[in-house]
């Protein structure tokens, strides 16, 4: 089974800068993975999937790179919504989620 | 707009089975794959399969194969999840989702799209 590790676990940050979230597969995943945005009490969102495209209705700001086992999620300028946890997810070994990165406020 | 309305909180007895229903509108339901993703208490997210409403067909993760059945009803546009002999650790919101891929494939994409908005199944004795 892929396994995948996500980082940092939390990262604190202010609004207005810029985050960088990783997340790295045991082993390749072509460009099979998705990103998903999870605040509290509320259903994931999805953001990103096949790597780096953009799901409908999400704003630029949110962008997605990497192929094979290493992949990052940017948030160019976070606005006081993007404050959440972010889930990496693949599609090769059906449905495995990475843990999760916190993104919290500094 | 697309939702997808799930049936409310659940309090059951370890042994015992939960229904959960995902009532879909806003789309062809017959039209995409519906998943099952269940979420711990403050834990991570668990993929535990998915039903192709149009042919009824399953694809169950190992973990769960024997104890889950998902169903489907077309003509009211709703997906079932049944999970049979409850334990503590199965304590969890229990979420549905939409497959961004159709059901013309013969595969879902995988991509979870559109979400329920959760059922808590606590199974306490």
């Known amino acids: 089974e892929i396994v995948l590790t996500q980082s940092p676990a939390t990262l604190s940050l202010s609004p207005g800068e810029r985050a960088t979230l990783s997340c790295r597969a045991s082993?390749?995943?072509?460009?099979?993975l998705a990103w998903y945005q999870q605040t509290p009490g509320q259903a994931p969102r999805l953001l990103i999937y096949?790597?780096?495209n953009r799901a409908t209705g999400i704003p630029a700001r949110f962008s997605g790179s990497g192929s094979g086992t290493d992949f990052t999620l940017t948030i160019s300028s976070l606005e006081p919504e993007d404050f959440a946890v972010y889930y990496c997810q693949q599609r090769s070994s059906p449905g495995t989620f990475g843990p999760g990165t916190k993104v919290d406020i500094k | 707009q697309v939702q997808l309305v799930q049936s409310g909180a659940e309090v059951k007895e370890p042994g015992a089975s939960v229904k959960v229903s995902c009532k879909a509108s806003g789309y062809t339901f017959t039209g995409y794959y519906i998943h099952w993703v269940r979420q711990a208490p403050g834990q991570g997210l668990e993929w535990m399969g998915w039903i192709n409403p149009k042919s009824g067909g399953t694809n169950y993760a190992q973990k769960f194969r024997g104890r889950v059945t998902m169903t489907r009803d077309t003509s009211i546009s709703t997906a079932y999840m049944e999970l049979s002999r409850l334990r503590s650790d199965d304590t969890a919101v229990y979420y549905c989702a939409s497959d961004l891929g159709k059901t013309d494939m013969t595969t879902a994409a995988y991509y979870f799209d559109y979400w329920g908005q959760g059922t808590l199944v606590t199974v306490s004795s």
């Open positions: 096949d790597a780096s």
């Open positions: 082993q390749s995943v072509s460009s099979y």
